[in-house]
Structures are given as C-alpha cells and as structure tokens.
C-alpha cells in the first residue's frame, strides 16, 4: 500500500526558533497534500493544502507567515514552524492522495510531536 | 456544504461483544466514505472506503461498514470485538465532484474494549 513517510517523529526546541517537518510519499506521487493539526483528544484540524509547484492554500485562522510550507516536489512537502512558542506545541500529521487515484484516499504520515519549551 | 458527524465520542464494549460506530454525513453531491483508525501518538491508519457499489463494505481488521444513503449513514460495525480494538475512529467523507482530494473528518470517536 501507499506509505507517506513523516519525519521527524519528535521534537524539542526552545522557544523562538524555528522547526521544519517532512513529509514525504515513498511510493507514489502527490500533487497534493494535507497538513494538520491535533489536539489531545480531539480531531484533525486542516491547516493548509499543499499543491506541489505553487503557493498552500491555508485555512482560516492559520496564519502562513508562521506555518510555512513548501511542495517542491511530487513526493516532499515541508512544514516550517516559524519562531515556535509554546502554543505552538501539538500533534503535526501530514496526508497525501495518489495522483492517479480517482476515489481521494488520503494516505497519512505517521505525525510529528512538537513540543516548545 | 459537507460535514460528518459522529455522535458519540466514547463507545464502551466487552471482547466478544459485536460494535457499531456511528456516522452520518451531509455532501452537496455523491460521496466518497472512509473510516480511519488512530492508536496513540500515530498517524491515521485506512480502514475502508465505499465509492460504488455493493452497500456493504469490507475493511481491514474484521471491520466492516454499510453506506445507507436514505440515513446518510456508514456506520462501522465488526461482529467480535477485540481488545486491540481499542483506538480513536475518525469518519470522513468526501464529494466526488471535488478536485482537492481534501476530506472531511468527523470528531472521531474512541472505542475502548475491555477483557
């Protein structure tokens, strides 16, 4: 099956710098992939739409000089924690759909534990 | 406007017991169903889909779901229930006339099975 590789899988910084997040399909193409946010106990929150080639299209409320991400390629986009605090802090999953599938199924990664000190 | 709901955010059952998650739906279109399973501290694992068909679908794990476009519904359902069970199920639907891929999720709801 389709694998979407997420790295890295914890991490630690203090507070003010900055994080980048991987996400990568191994075995398939993706022009597009879903970056989201969870809380403890609660459900997925999109942040943003990565189409690869051009600009995210982020959700409202999110603020894209803060999360910055970037789809270079059909099998990498990157997230970007900018000047991280620690609200910042939370369960980072990435998703991504086969380009050659027509029923969306969205493969995800197996998410990143940001925690801010 | 599309949306999922799940009703209940805790489902209690004993191993052997039969479970039924509950979902229902609301698409400006013909959906694309998905049930999703998340263990802790992971990513979200594909259960099964329905997209045409045979109203009854077959998934991983013993899992199954029926789509019931009278009740907009795809209740997720397996006759034995195992301890390993114990996750948080997310419900999502998407409109086939969309070209984002993007998905709608429910809230998810956590099925604990105990011994």
């Known amino acids: 099956g389709a694998v979407v590789s997420q790295h890295p899988s914890r991490v630690i910084c203090k507070s003010g710098t900055s994080v980048k997040i991987e996400c990568r399909s191994l075995?398939?193409?993706?022009?597009?992939m879903f970056w989201y946010r969870q809380f403890p106990k609660q459900s997925l929150m999109l942040m943003a739409t990565?189409?690869?080639?051009?600009?995210?299209?982020?959700e409202q409320g999110v603020e894209k000089d803060k999360f910055l991400i970037n789809h270079a390629s059909l099998t990498l986009s990157t997230l970007t924690v900018t000047s991280a605090h620690p609200e910042d802090s939370s369960f980072y999953i990435c998703?991504?759909?086969?380009?050659?599938?027509?029923?969306?199924?969205?493969?995800f990664g197996e998410g990143s534990r940001l925690t801010v000190l | 406007a599309q949306s999922v709901a799940q009703p209940e955010d805790q489902v209690n059952v004993a191993e052997g017991n039969p479970l039924t998650v509950k979902c229902t739906y609301s698409?400006?279109?013909?959906?694309?169903l998905f049930w999703y399973v998340q263990y802790p501290n992971r990513g979200l694992q594909f259960l099964l889909k329905?997209?045409?068909?045979?109203?009854l679908v077959k998934g991983s794990y013993g899992f199954e779901a029926e789509f019931n476009k009278s009740q907009t519904s795809f209740h997720l359902k397996k006759p034995s229930a195992l301890v390993s069970d114990s996750a948080l199920y997310f419900c999502?639907?998407?409109?086939?006339?969309?070209?984002?891929?993007?998905?709608?999720f429910g809230r998810g709801t956590q099925l604990t099975v105990w011994p």
């Open positions: 998703s991504a759909t086969d380009r050659h599938s027509y029923t969306g199924e969205l493969f």
């Open positions: 075995d398939f193409q993706a022009t597009t």
């Open positions: 999502a639907v998407r409109d086939r006339g969309s070209t984002l891929g993007r998905l709608y």
């Open positions: 990565s189409n690869e080639g051009s600009k995210a299209t982020y």
């Open positions: 329905y997209i045409t068909g045979d109203n």
């Open positions: 698409v400006s279109g013909n959906p694309y």
